[in-house]
């Protein structure tokens, strides 16, 4: 029997007559899967509450923050205690630096560190600081990589000049974008022409090192390695932009998984525990370059919040002290390979690749194939993922409402939430 969902349907069509698409984030629209979006009045734990009463074992994570599920305990005490200690003060504060020197214990890469209120903000500083510090206007990016909804990032390969990037929204001018240049992710040659021919005019290379916004495009590590030794040789800056990896795959993001120092790094989503947070941080030279201490303006009305600093302070503290990674890891290593079993019973191609506690199901391509670059995402992926999120969401369980986003696991999740989301997919199948 279908779900009644008339309320969410009602708020839709009037959120439609005041909101662009009805919503403050496109991908919440459903326009990728087609659908009514389903409007979520409550979350606790692993599961969140639609208006109509219906509820959902939420995979899709609010995209990615909530590492210990909805209404964790410790944080949610620590934002009732900021809460009673006044929610914005404007001024300097204790609680930013307890995050900053946890952060700094954690990414030693980081040593000094700005907040801000947004991954995209965190994208946006980092890239500023990169020009001023080199003296270079070009930026570097991969066709693949999102890093937020900063004018000079919302470009794609262009077809004409080869390199030079097109913009890929409206209202991007031509002049912008062409200061970004785009190169193939896990391609071994293609950033190398273009460090060979700008090289002298690059300011930084931005990358995500796991690429987790056009699915779950995992790189190969020889390959991140080298891409930041081409970039050191032409004097550029790397750019981890770890804003999705940042504490999701370990206390010390990618950088840390790697063993590398990326000259800057960007960070949200875990780091504010669910609060609107981003940070930049790295280099000790390159962050005094910014205002007051140095010539680069940035600055923030709500920039590092009382409420905000301490719900990711509880969230890191918490991580540090509980260690969940090994675990997640390996609760998302066996739900990954349990659906490719599923699967293959059901005769469907399918291979989930997964990365710590993410994982994004692909559909219709060879399997046992890595697919590490948008080229090779299967033709066939949008319109099976789209029937299967339906069936899904029908079932009670809230995959990421778009076939190119991932989804996520929290330590909330049971086992027995897990094997029923196995069980159920295997129906959807
Ligand atoms: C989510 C994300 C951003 C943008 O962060 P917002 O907080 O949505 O502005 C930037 N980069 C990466 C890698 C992201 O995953």
Known sequence: MPMNISKSQILFERSKALSPGGVHSPVRAFRGVGGTPRFIARAQGSKLFDVDGNSYIDFCNAWG??????QDAEIREEVEKALSDGWSLGTAEPYSLALAELVHECVPAVEKIRFVNSGTEAVMSALRVARAATGRNLILKFDGCYHGHVDSMLVRAGSGLAEMASPDSAGVSKSVANETLVAPLDDDQGYKDIFAKHGSQIAAVILEPIPANNGLLLQRESWIREVMAEAKRHGSLVIFDEVIT???????????ALGVRPDLLTYGKVIGGGFPVGAFGGRKDLLDLVAPSGPVYQAGTLSANPVA??????????LKRTNPYQDLRTKAENLSRALEKKAST???SLTVQNASSMFWTVFGGENSTTVRNISKIPAAHKEIYTHGFHKMLDRGFYMAPSAFEVSFLSTAHTQAELD???EAFGESL
Do not use: E, Q, W, Y
Request: hydrophobic fraction near 50%.
């Open 309 to 318: 600093m301490r719900a990711g302070l509880a969230m890191v503290k918490k």
């Open 420 to 422: 029923s989301f196995v």
């Open 246 to 256: 940042g504490f999701r795959v370990g206390l010390g993001g990618m950088a840390g």
């Open 65 to 70: 923050p909530m590492i210990f599920g909805h």
């Open 346 to 348: 059901k005769g469907v």
